[in-house]
Structure formats: structure tokens, C-alpha cells
């Protein structure tokens, strides 16, 4: 009855029968039937897409890049049952690569929130691979990446190397820890990861778990596991560098906003030769104990500014957490970011941290 209403609609004032259209003669019987199989087909592809229906996938990351191993992480909008990754030698997905192990390190918790951590070892050093990957979300449903047609997500392992520096002194970095929280700020978290970098010095992060001891959880990254962008050998971290910490929170939040980045600085320290510790990074330039030095570059400026106003006019609470709040932003601690800390910000706006003085 619909499609025999369609077929009069569309002609109302023709003949009913046949179209002026050059080239055109379906009779309407036979339009009908078009129709009908259109009808069938579209039920047919709606049908299949449920069937399929996918995951939204984002944050697709390379971290923990060694000379032997490396890690694929990814957040999804859907809890995680399983996941998997492949490895070619080319870009377009043509020949697999075996003779690799992985091994999904998510605890459960994390793949709840559709977060996805997955360990390749057994590679060579100095070797490009390209990845592919696909997930199983708890309904069933597969979801692969990249998408059809899309070139695969290239990483380079880390030089041959042994950890010596350029003045023939041992590299011992030192193994960060970091305490995780949910949104709530006070739960300790296992769930969230945390990926820890040198901003332009780092080629690939590197990324951990936290792990709860009593009330706290604490993520402890192992910095000698990052490699410098420009020599692709180990990189020598120096004291009281800025580090950039991002915590993947997963479907906690929506997407768009899963992901909280701060930024730290590697604690100062004077052993010599270096000896790998554990520490804790500390806050950056603090001039009057208002910690306004957002982007750790040692000066309160335009830079800390813009950051700040894209915060502005954001509120959060402990019983709904606010997933775009910035808690770095809230200098007067009050769950607002408004003008009460563009005031304090102000007080200290254009002041230079002395680099030169004793921590
Ligand atoms: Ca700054
Ligand atoms: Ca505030």
C-alpha cells in the first residue's frame, strides 16, 4: 500500500503509467517492484548493520617501544571482551609478519571502560612495523582499525643499543610513580593508564597501570624505557625536565573527553653517577605557591594563559565529576574555573622561574 502511494505521489499528474523522462518507460508495476526490492534491500542493509553494529574507537597509541617490544593501546566507547593486533612489513596490510607473542595487559577493570593495552615482544631492533588491530565489545560485536582502504599505524623499535650516553656515562633513568585517582579524586584507580612523555624529546610514551597498595594506587613507569625521537637510542633524562602525564580515563567519560593531560617535571637530584630511584615528579614553577605554570616552561605566560581560558566557565563536583574540568586550572580550589583564578593567575602573570637556583 505504501509503495503503491509512493508510486502515485511521485506521478500524481503524469500518466500514471509511463514518464515523459527520455529513456524512461517503467511501467509503475514495474516501479513497484523496483521498489519492493529497494524495500527488501534497505531492510537487508539495515539488518546487517545491526548485526555489526561497532564500537567507536579513539586514541589509538604506540607506547613502551623498545628495541624487542612495543605496546598498541586504544580507548573504546563499549566495554572490551577481547582484543587483538596483527603486524605487516607494509603499509597497505599485505604481508603479516609471525613469529611475535601478544598479550593483553588491561586488567579487567580497564576493559570495562573499553580500555585497551595490548604487549608485542619478540621483534627486531631498528625494524618498522604497521599494526592492525580489532576488538570484541561484551554484545559480540568486532570492531577492527584502521578502517577499510586506510593505511596501517607505522612504529619504528629502538636502536641496538647499550645504555650509555654521550660522555660514555651509564643512562639510568629513573622509575616515575605517579598516584591514580577516579574522578571522584579521592578512589584510587586501577583502571585508568597513565602514558608519561618528554615533550619533543620522547619518540613514544611510555605507559602503566596503577597498582593499589592499601588506599593509593600508584603507576610506576619505567623512563628508561623511552628512546629520544632524534637518535632512536635511549634517552637520557635530565633533572627537573618537564614531562607530560596523560591519563586515559575510558568510557568513564565520553570520548571526546576520556583523555586528561598535566604536566609535571622530573624531580632534581644530584647523584653522581646517576642512580635509578624511584620518584615522585613534582609541580612546576610555583612563584608565591600558585601553581600557574600550566605548560612547565619555567615562566607564567601568554602560554599558561590561552590554556586557562579554554578551561574557563567549567565546573565539576565530587558527586558528578565534570570530565572536561581541569583541576590544574582551579588555583583557588573552589570546583570552578572562573575569575576568582584569573585573579590569582594575574598575580603572578610574567613571572620567569631562575632555572640557575638550587632546587
Ligand atoms: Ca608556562
Ligand atoms: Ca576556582
Excluded at 120 to 137: F, I, K, P, Q
Excluded at 176 to 184: G, M, R, S
Amino acid at each position: 500500500m505504501l509503495i503503491t502511494n509512493f508510486c502515485h505521489h511521485i506521478y500524481p499528474i503524469r500518466n500514471p503509467f509511463r514518464s515523459k523522462l527520455r529513456g524512461d518507460f517503467l511501467h509503475c508495476s514495474s516501479r513497484r517492484i523496483i521498489l519492493r526490492g529497494i524495500h527488501r534491500t534497505l531492510i537487508g542493509v539495515l539488518a546487517t548493520l545491526s548485526s555489526f553494529a561497532q564500537a567507536e574507537i579513539s586514541d589509538i597509541t604506540i607506547s613502551d617501544v623498545t628495541t624487542r617490544a612495543f605496546s598498541v593501546i586504544w580507548v573504546s566507547d563499549q566495554p572490551v571482551e577481547s582484543a587483538r593486533i596483527k603486524l605487516y612489513s607494509d603499509q597497505q596490510g599485505q604481508s603479516e609478519i609471525a613469529g611475535y607473542t601478544i598479550q593483553t595487559v588491561s586488567p579487567a577493570a580497564a576493559l570495562a571502560r573499553g580500555i585497551v593495552k595490548i604487549d608485542v615482544r619478540g621483534l627486531a631492533a631498528n625494524t618498522v612495523y604497521y599494526v592492525s588491530g580489532e576488538m570484541t565489545d561484551n554484545s559480540g560485536d568486532i570492531t577492527p582499525f584502521p578502517n577499510t582502504g586506510s593505511a596501517l599505524l607505522p612504529v619504528k623499535t629502538a636502536l641496538e643499543t647499550s645504555r650509555i650516553d654521550a660522555a660514555n656515562l651509564p643512562i639510568a633513568n629513573d622509575i616515575l610513580k605517579h598516584p591514580v585517582f577516579e574522578l571522584d579524586r579521592t578512589t584510587p584507580s586501577t583502571a585508568t593508564l597513565v602514558l608519561i612523555s618528554l615533550p619533543l624529546k620522547s619518540e613514544y610514551p611510555v605507559s602503566a597501570f596503577g597498582i593499589q597498595h592499601q588506599n593509593i594506587a600508584n603507576v610506576l613507569a619505567d623512563l628508561n624505557n623511552l628512546y629520544a625521537s632524534d637518535t632512536h637510542k635511549s634517552l637520557k633524562v635530565a633533572a627537573g625536565e618537564p614531562i607530560e602525564i596523560t591519563e586515559f580515563r575510558g568510557n568513564a567519560c565520553e570520548l571526546a573527553k576520556q583523555k586528561s593531560i598535566l604536566y609535571r617535571r622530573l624531580p632534581q637530584k644530584a647523584d653522581s653517577p646517576p642512580v635509578a630511584e624511584i620518584e615522585t615528579p613534582q609541580a612546576c614553577f610555583a612563584p608565591d605557591g600558585k601553581a600557574a605554570d600550566f605548560n612547565c616552561d619555567s615562566q607564567i605566560a601568554f602560554g599558561d594563559f590561552n590554556v586557562l581560558l579554554a578551561g574557563f566557565g567549567q565546573t565539576t563536583s565530587a558527586d558528578s565529576p565534570n570530565c572536561s574540568f581541569n583541576h590544574e586550572f582551579d588555583l583557588n580550589q573552589d570546583q570552578a574555573i572562573d575569575y576568582g583564578d584569573f585573579n590569582v593567575f594575574l598575580s603572578v602573570f610574567g613571572k620567569m622561574e631562575n632555572t640557575h637556583a638550587a632546587p
